[in-house]
C-alpha cells in the first residue's frame, strides 16, 4: 500500500486547504455581510447635505419626513473618546510600566493581573459601576465626565495589557546598558525603554480607541445620549453608539435610515482611521529600526 | 609593588537567588592599571565585574555580601547612579540603543546625565569615536542608526559610548568575543592608551590577551579566587597547580 500514500497525502492537503478556505470565508462573512447591508441601507443618507452636521430628526410617520443628520453624535463620540483617552492612556501606560520594569515589586504583578480581569468585565458592568458611583452625584451622573470615565474604564486594561507587552519584547541588554551609564531607572525607563517600545504603545492605544468609539452599553447610563450639541461637560452627550441603538430599534423608517447612515459612518470611521494610524506607526518602526 | 589601590573588593559574595556564583573575593585594582580576569566558562566573572558597579542588583533575585571600595569608599552605601558614573562598563555582547543613531548612543550620558554645551558633547563624540578605533569608518555617517553597524563596529560603539561618560573605572567583560583580529588589535591598543588615565578591569577568554593587555592577572574558578599575580608572574611561575593547568590548557 506504499505507492497510495502520496495520493493520500494530496487528499488530505487539498481537503485541509478548502478547510480552512470555508473557514476564512465564515470569519469573513459577517463582516462583509455588515458592511454591504450598511452601505445598501445607509449610503443614501450618509451622502445628504448635511447628513454629517445636521441634529438628528424626532419621530415621524409621515411617509416623506426628512431624515436629517447626525451632527451631535460624531461630536459626541470625538469629545467622549478623547477625554476617555486623556484618562485612559498615562494611567494604562504607566500602569504597564510599573507591571513591567517593576515588576519584582508585588504591586506590578497585581497590575497585569488586575488589567486581565478588567478586559474581561462587560462593558455593561463599568458603566453601571460609573453610574453607581456617580448617582450620589446627581449634578452629573449624566454626562460627557462620566460617558468618558466610562470608557476610560474601557480602554484602560487594553492600553495596559498592550503597552506591557510592547515593553516586554525590548531587550534586557538595553535596560543594562542604560543603567550602566549611570542613567536613572525612571529616565531610563521613560526616554530610552518606552520610546523603543512606542510603536506597540500605539498599536495598543489605537485598538483601545476603535473599542471604545463602538461602545454603546457603558454609555446608557453614564453619557445618556442626546439631540443637541455638546453643551458642556455635565450636561449629558450625544454618541454614535447610543444613537444606533436608539434608532435602530424606533418604528419610525426616517430614524431607523439614520441609524443606518450612522453605522455606515462609524464603520468608514473606524477603517480610515485604523488603516491611517496603522500606516504611522509602520513609518515611525520603520524610522526607529533604522529605515533613516 | 603595586601603585595605588583604585577599588578593591573586600569579601565579596554575589547570589544568584540562594545560589553563590562568587564566594568571598578580596580583590585590590590598582589605579590606572590593567586588571585581567580569565577563567573557565561559568565561573562567576561576569558577576563578580557586574558587582564591581552594581549592576548585579539590576536582575530580579539577587544579593551581594561584602565590600567594594572605590578610592576607599564602599559602593554599596553609595547611590547606585552615581557609582556606575564613576565605573562604566562595556557587556559581553554589543547592545546599542537601536532606536538612536551612532551620535546619540556616543553621547547618551551626557545628554541623559545633565546639560551640557552642544561642542562639547560634539568634541566628547568625537574624541570616544576615535579612542574606540571606529571614527574613521563611521566621521560620514554618525547620524546614521546604530544598528546599521556591524557586530563589532557595534561593540566598539559600546565602548566609545562607555568613554563618553568619562568614568574613572572602566569594566570590559570580554570586549573582542565579537570582533575580528584587526578590531581585537585595535582595541587592546586602546587598553594600552586607556590606562594612562583609567583603572581597567577585563574579563577575557583570552590568554594571550590577557598577557598582552594586562599588568595584573587574577585566576577565577568555581566562584573562588585562584590566584592573582603581575601577570608576567602568573603566567610564568604560578602559584598554585590550578592555575597552572589551566594555563597550560591541561584541564581535567
Ligand atoms: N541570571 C542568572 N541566574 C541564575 N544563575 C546565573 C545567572 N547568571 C549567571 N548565573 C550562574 O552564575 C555562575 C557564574 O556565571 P557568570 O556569567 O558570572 O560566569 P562567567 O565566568 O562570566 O562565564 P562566561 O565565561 O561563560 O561568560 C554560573 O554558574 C551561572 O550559571
Ligand atoms: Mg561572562
Known amino acids: 500500500m506504499r505507492f497510495d500514500r502520496p495520493a493520500r497525502r494530496k487528499f488530505l492537503s487539498h481537503s485541509i486547504a478548502v478547510l480552512t478556505g470555508l473557514c476564512v470565508v465564515a470569519a469573513l462573512y459577517p463582516l462583509v455581510s455588515i458592511i454591504y447591508s450598511a452601505a445598501i441601507r445607509g449610503g443614501g443618507v450618509l451622502f445628504q447635505v448635511r447628513f454629517l452636521t445636521a441634529v438628528p430628526p424626532n419621530a415621524c410617520s409621515v411617509v416623506q419626513c426628512a431624515t436629517v443628520g447626525i451632527g451631535p453624535d460624531i461630536e459626541g463620540t470625538v469629545i467622549l473618546v478623547g477625554l476617555a483617552s486623556l484618562i485612559a492612556v498615562p494611567v494604562g501606560v504607566l500602569a504597564a510600566i510599573f507591571a513591567s520594569e517593576y515588576r519584582s515589586r508585588g504591586l506590578g504583578r497585581a497590575i497585569s493581573f488586575t488589567a486581565d480581569v478588567l478586559t474581561g468585565v462587560p462593558s455593561i458592568i463599568m458603566g453601571a459601576f460609573i453610574f453607581g458611583y456617580f448617582v450620589y452625584y446627581p449634578s452629573i451622573t449624566y454626562s460627557a465626565i462620566t460617558g468618558g470615565l466610562a470608557l476610560s474604564a474601557i480602554m484602560i486594561p487594553i492600553v495596559t495589557r498592550t503597552t506591557e507587552e510592547a515593553l516586554r519584547t525590548v531587550p534586557n541588554s538595553i535596560r543594562e546598558a542604560a543603567l550602566a551609564l549611570g542613567i536613572s531607572k525612571w529616565k531610563a525607563t521613560l526616554r530610552i525603554v518606552l520610546v523603543a517600545a512606542l510603536p506597540g504603545v500605539a498599536t495598543g492605544v489605537l485598538l483601545a480607541v476603535m473599542r471604545a468609539s463602538g461602545e454603546a452599553a457603558p454609555l446608557l447610563f453614564t453619557a445618556l445620549g442626546s439631540n443637541l450639541y455638546f453643551h458642556g461637560f455635565n450636561q449629558p452627550v450625544a454618541a454614535l453608539p447610543l444613537l444606533i441603538y436608539d434608532f435602530a430599534l424606533s418604528p419610525y423608517s426616517n430614524q431607523q435610515k439614520v441609524a443606518w447612515g450612522a453605522t455606515l459612518f462609524l464603520l468608514a470611521a473606524i477603517l480610515i482611521v485604523n488603516v491611517a494610524s496603522r500606516y504611522m506607526i509602520h513609518r515611525l518602526g520603520r524610522q526607529m529600526a533604522g529605515g533613516a | ?252
Not at chain 2, 566558562?41 to 536582575?59: D, P, Q, V
Not at chain 2, 566628547?124 to 574606540?132: F, G, K, M, T
Request: hydrophobic share 40%.
Open chain 2, 1 to 252: 609593588m603595586m601603585g595605588a589601590v583604585k577599588l578593591k573588593s573586600e569579601q565579596l559574595t554575589a547570589y544568584y537567588g540562594e545560589k553563590p556564583a562568587i564566594r568571598d573575593i578580596s580583590l585590590e585594582f590598582p589605579d590606572r592599571r590593567v586588571t585581567a580576569i580569565i577563567g573557565p566558562s561559568g565561573c562567576g566573572k561576569s558577576t563578580f565585574i557586574r558587582c564591581l558597579n552594581r549592576m548585579h542588583e539590576t536582575a530580579p533575585r539577587t544579593r551581594v555580601e561584602g565590600k567594594v571600595l572605590l578610592d576607599g569608599e564602599d559602593i554599596y552605601s553609595e547611590d547606585p547612579v552615581r557609582v556606575r558614573r564613576r565605573i562604566g562598563m562595556v557587556f559581553q555582547k554589543p547592545n546599542p540603543f537601536a532606536t538612536m543613531s551612532i551620535y546619540n548612543n556616543v553621547s547618551a550620558a551626557l545628554r541623559f546625565n545633565g546639560r551640557h554645551p552642544r561642542d562639547y558633547v560634539d568634541a566628547a563624540v568625537v574624541r570616544s569615536l576615535q579612542q574606540a578605533a571606529l571614527w574613521d569608518e563611521v566621521k560620514d555617517r554618525v547620524d546614521t542608526p546604530a544598528t546599521s553597524l556591524s557586530g563589532g563596529q557595534q561593540q566598539r560603539l559600546c565602548i566609545a559610548r562607555a568613554l563618553a561618560a568619562n568614568p574613572e573605572v572602566l569594566l570590559m567583560d570580554e570586549p573582542c568575543s565579537a570582533l575580528d583580529p584587526l578590531a581585537t588589535t585595535k582595541i587592546e591598543e586602546l587598553i594600552g592608551q586607556l590606562k594612562k588615565d583609567y583603572t581597567v578591569v577585563i574579563v577575557t577568554h583570552n590568554l594571550q590577551q590577557a598577557a598582552r593587555v594586562a599588568d595584573y592577572t587574577a585566576f577565577f574558578y568555581l566562584g573562588g579566587l585562584i590566584e592573582f599575580a603581575p601577570t608576567e608572574d602568573l603566567f610564568e611561575r604560578p602559584r598554585e597547580r590550578l592555575t597552572e593547568q589551566y594555563i597550560t590548557g591541561r584541564f581535567g
